[in-house]
């Protein structure tokens, strides 16, 4: 049984149910039945199996470990140096060993870096933000991706029934008109009109069934399913109309789009790696302490043993100019990455506006198309009368079908692009993707700046 649905991607968030664990398999049944799926489990299904979405966490494990790797470079160090070696010649002749030992172990403290430290690791709190933010616009894309496709199934589902009723009135009109013409009642002329009105609608049909299996192809392949799999889509699309105005989707677009987002924090990082190549003109203080032994056997210290503890401080008063070059290149970047920022910005205002429109206008054909059809439907009844009375001919009915398949195809295709603009504009505004049971599980994204300092 078909479910009424309306392609909005916040409803399928909210509804999606693991289907992921099922193996392809068991979703045919004993006859090797197409699968079944809802828009949710195409949703789910493609979550779980998109190689972006692997790709994008593998990512963001990259810049958590490159966090860690500098939070950690803030702590103490240890270094244990070895030495052996075989001793001979004049100066040891008279000492009446070969060989000789050296073992020390040094044990350093970053205490002051003028910022060098501190500015990386905030620089690499901004970039792990930025990996979350791509790993939920990957996300987002995929869900898009995916019911864009079963959308697109759906409608061709309806089209190919569309073309196939049309043949099959065609069919049936041009047996008429064969009786009509044996008994002498319509002209050679008729028929051959009727013949090709028939051929176009076959070809019609022709495409619908090619434009059909292709859809199928590509959901499957979305979905991570053999491209060959048989798809039937469970639900078909409804109308609602859509609350929020333009200057409500453009606000939430610019403060929720993820990639908009990851381009704000991109900047950050940058400002934060201006900031730590400023750290080249300050002193560097280090805590040290250091034990050194040395002997004619390895570990023994009968020829020396010292230990020393203290802070050390060194500053490169001249590096030619090696710091300067580096803090413009910073601030290059940072003007690089501020550029893009503002290019996205505006780029989400106008995807966001392309799409309102998109949807606005959609639902106004949906109402023309609508009113059209109820009309080509009283035309074809009226025809069908008047030729059942003898005041017309079958021609007139075949012109009036014809009028009513459009009709019916153009409503439709209305239908179809508002739901799909409207998933569109849903995806331009940036609404997140609620992470099922196996997601969560997921380390949380780091939110705050403070936490990175």
């Not at 309306?6 to 699968?35: D, F, I, K, Q, R």
């Not at 990851?262 to 730590?276: F, I, M, P, T």
Request: aromatic content about 8%; charged content about 25%; some cysteine.
């Amino acid at each position: 049984m078909k479910k009424t649905i309306l392609l909005t991607l916040t409803a399928l968030s909210c509804a999606m149910t693991p289907v992921s664990a099922v193996p392809y398999g068991e979703m045919y049944g004993e006859n090797n039945e197409p699968v079944q799926l809802t828009l949710a489990q195409s949703i789910e299904m493609a979550l779980a199996t998109d190689e972006r979405i692997e790709a994008a966490r593998a990512g963001r494990d990259a810049a958590k470990w490159s966090l860690s790797a500098t939070r950690r470079s803030t702590g103490p160090s240890v270094t244990w140096n070895s030495q052996a070696y075989r001793i001979g010649g004049e100066n040891y002749r008279l000492s009446g060993f070969r060989s000789t030992f050296a073992n020390s172990w040094n044990l350093t403290v970053p205490l002051y870096t003028g910022g060098q430290l501190e500015n990386q690791q905030e620089a690499k709190g901004y970039a792990l933000n930025r990996a979350d933010m791509t790993l939920e616009n990957t996300r987002q894309t995929v869900r898009f991706q995916a019911a864009e496709a079963y959308a697109n199934l759906v409608h061709r589902v309806n089209l190919e029934r569309i073309a196939q009723k049309a043949v099959d009135m065609g069919g049936a009109q041009l047996k008429l008109i064969n009786d009509q013409y044996t008994e002498g009642a319509v002209a050679k002329a008729d028929v051959l009109l009727m013949q090709v009105r028939l051929a176009n609608y076959q070809q019609n049909l022709n495409s619908a069934q090619a434009a059909l299996e292709v859809a199928e192809s590509t959901l499957a392949s979305k979905l991570g399913l053999p491209q060959n799999t048989d798809i039937e889509a469970v639900d078909v699309f409804s109308y609602e109309p859509y609350e929020k105005d333009l200057p409500a989707c453009e606000a939430y677009a610019l403060a929720h789009r993820p990639d908009g987002k990851a381009a704000e924090l991109a900047v950050k990082s940058a400002e934060a790696e201006k900031d730590a190549a400023k750290s080249g003109y300050r002193p560097r203080v280090n805590g040290v302490a250091g034990k050194s032994i040395t002997g004619t056997k390895a570990f023994q210290n009968e020829r020396s043993d010292s230990w020393e503890a203290g802070i050390t401080l060194s500053w490169n008063i001249f590096d030619n100019g090696v710091t300067a070059a580096k803090v413009q290149q910073a601030k290059a970047d940072v003007n690089q990455y501020q550029a893009e920022a503002n290019r996205i910005k505006k780029t989400i205002q106008l995807e966001t506006r392309s799409a309102y429109i998109q949807m606005k206008t959609a639902e106004d054909n949906i109402k023309a198309a609508a009113a059209a059809v109820k009309q080509a439907e009283e035309s074809y009844t009226i025809a069908q009368v008047r030729y059942e009375e003898g005041v017309d001919i079958l021609l007139s009915v075949a012109d009036a079908q014809e009028k009513l398949t459009q009709a019916r195809s153009n409503y439709s295709t209305a239908l179809y692009q508002y739901n799909l603009y409207r998933a569109t504009l849903e995806k331009a505004m940036g609404i997140p993707v609620i992470r099922s049971d196996k997601e969560r599980n997921q380390p949380e994204p780091i939110q705050a700046k403070e936490e990175h300092t």
